[in-house]
C-alpha cells in the first residue's frame, strides 16, 4: 500500500512570493489533515477535511493560507504572500473511519528568505 | 487548554541502556494517548497508542502505559540500539478528533 504522498520535499522562495505544496493520501481514506510543523516543536494542525468538506480551518490563517480538496482526494494548501515566518515543515495526514490512525507523509520543508 | 509535556533533549544514551522519555498531559474527558516516532527526512509514524486508563501500549520493544491517576504516559524501552536515534513526540487524541502533541525529544544512541 503507498503511503501519503507529498510534493515538493524541499521549497525556498523569497518573502511575498506565494507558494504551493501537494498531499495526496492513502487510497480510500476520506480524512486529510494539513499540519504545520516549526522546528522544535511538534506538528499543529492547520485545517482538516472529511471528504470535499474543510470540517475544522480553525488554526488556518485565513488571510495568506488556503486549501482545496476539490474531489475529495488529493489536496493542495497555498500560502500568498509567503512571510519569513513561514518557513517550516508542512506535513500531510490522512486516516479513515475503520482504522482511524493518522498515516503522515514525509513532508515539504518550506523555507522563506 | 489541552496539552502535552514531554522531556526535553536532546537525550543521549549507549547501545543497550535502559530508556525512559517522559510525558505528561492536561486534558478534559479521557483522550487517546500516543507515542509517534519521526526518523530522519521522514514523516511520523504512530509507534504505540492506548485508550483507556491502565492500557499498556507496545510495538518494538517500546513500551507506555497509560496512567490517569498521574495524567502520564511514559515511554520505556529495555534496551535501546542505534537504529532508535530518531525524534519522538508524545500525543493526545481529543473527542473531536484533533490531535495535540508534545514537542518532541530527540534521542540519541552512541554505539
Known amino acids: 500500500e503507498a503511503g501519503v504522498v507529498q510534493s515538493p520535499r524541499y521549497k525556498i522562495i523569497e518573502k511575498k512570493q506565494p507558494v504551493a505544496f501537494w498531499c495526496n493520501p492513502i487510497s480510500g481514506h476520506n480524512t486529510l489533515y494539513w499540519y504545520r510543523q516549526n522546528l522544535g516543536q511538534g506538528p499543529e494542525l492547520l485545517i482538516r477535511?472529511?471528504?470535499?468538506?474543510?470540517?475544522?480551518d480553525s488554526q488556518l490563517p485565513k488571510d495568506r493560507f488556503s486549501a482545496e480538496r476539490l474531489k475529495g482526494v488529493d489536496s493542495t494548501l497555498k500560502i500568498q504572500p509567503a512571510e519569513l515566518g513561514d518557513s517550516a515543515v508542512y506535513l500531510c495526514?490522512?486516516?479513515?473511519?475503520?482504522?482511524?490512525?493518522?498515516?503522515f507523509g514525509p513532508g515539504t520543508r518550506l523555507t522563506v528568505t | 487548554g489541552d496539552s502535552v509535556t514531554q522531556m526535553e533533549g536532546p537525550v543521549t544514551l549507549s547501545e543497550e541502556a535502559f530508556l525512559t522519555i517522559n510525558c505528561t498531559y492536561t486534558a478534559t474527558g479521557y483522550p487517546s494517548l500516543f507515542w509517534y516516532v519521526q526518523y530522519p527526512g521522514e514523516g511520523l509514524q504512530l509507534l504505540l497508542k492506548a485508550t483507556k486508563a491502565d492500557d499498556k501500549g507496545s510495538n518494538k520493544g517500546f513500551e507506555a502505559t497509560y496512567r490517569k491517576e498521574t495524567t502520564s504516559f511514559h515511554l520505556e524501552k529495555g534496551s535501546v540500539q542505534v537504529s532508535d536515534s530518531a525524534v519522538y513526540f508524545c500525543a493526545l487524541r481529543r473527542r473531536d478528533d484533533k490531535i495535540i502533541f508534545g514537542k518532541g525529544t530527540r534521542l540519541h544512541i552512541l554505539p
Open positions: 495526514a490522512s486516516s479513515s473511519p475503520r482504522v482511524y490512525e493518522q498515516y
Open positions: 477535511y472529511e471528504n470535499e468538506e474543510a470540517v475544522d
